[in-house]
């Protein structure tokens, strides 16, 4: 993130519609899908209560293995946990936050509505810079990706991250004190 911040502070443009600022705003999904998608499925492989979580997603919450196949491939299951989330399309932010929030506990998204919509909004946007060279399904070309919008949006990301982050931590460290007796301090549970 830090070198992207120097890069939209040396590259972009002060209009909103200029190629530079709209490839600051595809390298900053792609940021922040790289995160996401390390980030999560890391967090997967070493936590069989999240894999657990992750057999509800789509392709995988109807599969049957025989008990065969179990012996011969006994880490089958985080196997596939793990090819179904690589085949995530992590930029369409809406279904990973259900994921996040399935898995971890917490959703990634701002609770703040205005934050949420131009986070939301960014999706398409997305979708348009990378395959519409800017512009929506209409023609219409995106002329507000302006230095501020790449600014705001980039500090928002960066939300995101530490709070998918804190939501991991938080799981790990839970796994530590889920079956801990408590003993109060006259020594009595």
């Known amino acids: 993130m830090q070198d992207w911040k120097a890069n939209v502070s040396e590259l972009s443009t002060v209009g909103g519609a200029g190629s530079k600022n709209r490839l600051l705003f595809v390298m900053l999904y792609s940021i922040l899908e790289?995160?996401?998608?390390?980030?999560?499925?890391?967090?997967?492989?070493?936590?069989?209560?999240?894999?657990?979580?992750?057999?509800?997603?789509?392709?995988?919450?109807?599969?049957?293995?025989?008990?065969?196949?179990?012996?011969?491939r006994p880490d089958i299951v985080r196997e596939m946990v793990k090819t179904t989330l690589q085949g995530l399309s992590y930029h369409k932010l809406g279904p990973i936050n259900g994921v996040c929030e399935s898995a971890f506990g917490k959703p990634i998204l701002s609770r703040d509505k205005d934050d949420r919509t131009l986070v939301i909004k960014s999706v398409d946007k997305r979708h348009d810079c990378v395959h519409r060279n800017g512009a929506d399904k209409n023609g219409i070309a995106h002329t507000d990706i302006t230095r501020d919008y790449l600014e705001k949006l980039g500090g928002l990301f960066e939300e995101i991250a530490k709070t998918l982050e804190n939501a991991i931590m938080d799981k790990q460290a839970a796994k530590f004190f889920e079956n801990l007796d408590y003993l109060d301090p006259l020594g009595q549970s």
């Open 34 to 72: 790289a995160y996401l998608s390390d980030a999560i499925i890391g967090a997967a492989m070493d936590d069989v209560g999240v894999q657990r979580k992750m057999l509800k997603l789509e392709g995988l919450k109807d599969k049957q293995i025989s008990l065969e196949t179990i012996l011969d």
